[in-house]
């Protein structure tokens, strides 16, 4: 759960009736603190996964038999990290959870401009709620709760339910949000754990996703997405004749892992795509499988196109906050005056020091004269300053899809000028193409959101102005995201529609 009070230092602690009830029924307990309010989405579920990675790797543990459990902010990640990644799990146990990011007691925070409400989507169970297919999931939540209101409950349980998910609510009568410090409550949760187990190769897979960062389940994997901005579906099943069948909406290209424990002993196998006969014989052994799929991808190897070397893959896809995941460096631009170094000197601390008070962790500047090689190959750069300002920039300028312009810059057809304007940007480094380089020129973005939601809204590239909107984000001018190779497509920007905010001029 969150608590601003909470750090490295002092983490928020089970009590000791939980760990001894915990060692009576065998379980190890791996709690990572959550970096305070990540909601354990970004950052803070990378930090989960690193955790269990490590934890499966020096403990023997089943791992058929691994475990998420999460209350109030650690219900919703786990909600959210059950779903992106399912076949982790053997179950999943929620407690006083949100159904979606932004609702908040009974007040819904959106409607958000449409690149904001985007990246949402990529975290929101309520959209990835089928991938809990195999996955059973339990809720739990207070009848009394005011601060997370019982509805939550009642409408994840039935759209999972719908979706025909393994699900079972359990509402607490005259129970408030805090149910979770009675540790009787963890011995209910115990014994529903006790008896699942996961399977690497269920028969049938039903996974959603928005974005390539998450993009396997069991034995597939979405290597691309055909349309960014719209979703990734797959459904397979293996039947007892040894026929697979994939079907797909929207991946452009797929791995599939066939594997003897899919299908009858001595079948012959057959896989199906999109009821397409791809590949027939027998399956002795695990036979990995790539295929593009799509008028478009037809025939197409790795080799045939260029754009696939600047595609949008597990590593580099997008959006800002996922520069934010690996190791970063923020670099303060110290070309032009005087004036313009000092201020963005002091972007880049203010940069740093939100970081820490966001991820309670610590940020690395330089200025850009002294970024060397090494530096370009190790980090993602965080960039302050524009061309005329920031000598990184300024080098990988003409590789990039926005151009900038005296008070103003051009994306795609769109031009936007106008005092106090802001940009930031995520764009494959053209000075390391493995890394990211993210630009903040002009007014900083989100000075007025509250500390949690300042890293995590920005699509892939924003324009805007210095004035707030309701939730105190910059108001938007232009903003939107690049395509499956990073390249610009007009169906992906928005702009704004209305008349223009006095002082500014848009050219679509």
């Not at 750069?381 to 103003?408: W, Y």
């Not at 949690?452 to 805007?464: C, E, L, R, V």
């Amino acid at each position: 759960g969150y608590d601003p009070s909470i750090n490295k230092a002092y983490p928020w602690l089970l009590s000791e009736d939980v760990y001894r009830l915990a060692d009576k029924y065998g379980i190890v307990i791996l709690q990572p603190h959550g970096r305070k309010n990540t909601d354990f989405i970004g950052i803070g579920e990378q930090d989960v996964l690193i955790a269990l990675k490590k934890t499966l790797r020096y403990y023997a543990i089943d791992k058929r038999r691994v475990y998420l459990l999460g209350v109030s902010m650690g219900g919703y990640g786990a909600y959210a990290i059950g779903l992106h990644h399912p076949h982790y799990f053997a179950a999943i146990a929620v407690v006083a959870a949100r159904r979606y990011h932004f609702l908040w007691g009974e007040v819904d925070r959106t409607p958000l401009p449409p690149p904001r409400a985007q990246v949402l989507k990529a975290e929101n169970p309520w959209m990835l709620a089928e991938n809990a297919t195999n996955l059973p999931i339990l809720i739990i939540h207070g009848e009394n709760d005011t601060l997370v209101p019982v509805a939550n409950a009642f409408l994840m349980a039935r759209r999972l339910s719908k979706l025909g998910c393994p699900v079972r609510l359990n509402i607490l009568r005259n129970e408030s949000h805090w149910i979770y410090f009675n540790s009787s409550l963890f011995r209910k949760i115990f014994d529903w754990f006790r008896n699942k187990s996961n399977s690497p190769f269920p028969k049938h897979v039903v996974y959603r996703t928005y974005t390539t960062a998450y993009n396997r389940c069991y034995w597939l994997k979405i290597d691309e997405i055909a349309q960014w901005g719209k979703p990734a579906n797959i459904r397979a099943s293996a039947l007892a004749n040894g026929t697979v069948y994939v079907n797909t909406q929207n991946v452009a290209r797929l791995t599939i892992e066939l594997n003897p424990r899919l299908i009858a002993p001595k079948r012959q196998a057959r896989l199906i795509l999109n009821g397409v006969r791809v590949w027939e014989g027998e399956l002795t052994e695990p036979l990995p499988l790539t295929r593009f799929i799509g008028a478009h991808t037809a025939n197409r190897t790795d080799g045939d196109d260029e754009k696939l070397k600047l595609a949008k893959t597990q590593e580099l896809c997008g959006p800002v906050w996922h520069a934010y995941t690996g190791p970063f460096l923020i670099v303060h631009g110290t070309l032009g005056t005087e004036a313009m170094r000092l201020a963005n000197y002091n972007k880049a601390r203010q940069l740093a020091l939100e970081w820490v008070d966001f991820s309670d962790g610590l940020a690395h500047i330089k200025a850009d004269r002294d970024v060397t090689e090494e530096d370009l190959a190790r980090y993602h750069i965080i960039a302050v300053g524009g061309p005329q300002e920031n000598s990184i920039v300024k080098r990988a300028v003409h590789s990039l899809p926005i151009k900038f312009a005296p008070k103003g810059y051009t994306i795609g057809a769109h031009t936007l000028r106008g005092k106090q304007l802001g940009l930031v940007c995520i764009y494959p480094n053209p000075l390391n193409p493995r890394r990211y380089l993210v630009i903040y020129d002009g007014v900083l973005w989100g000075r007025a959101l509250p500390i949690n939601h300042k890293f995590d809204t920005s699509p892939d590239f924003a324009i805007f102005t210095s004035e707030q909107d309701a939730d105190g984000a910059n108001v938007l001018l232009c903003a939107g995201f690049f395509d499956s190779h990073w390249q610009v497509d007009e169906r992906l920007i928005w702009c704004v529609q209305e008349q223009c905010p006095a002082g500014f001029q848009v050219n679509n």
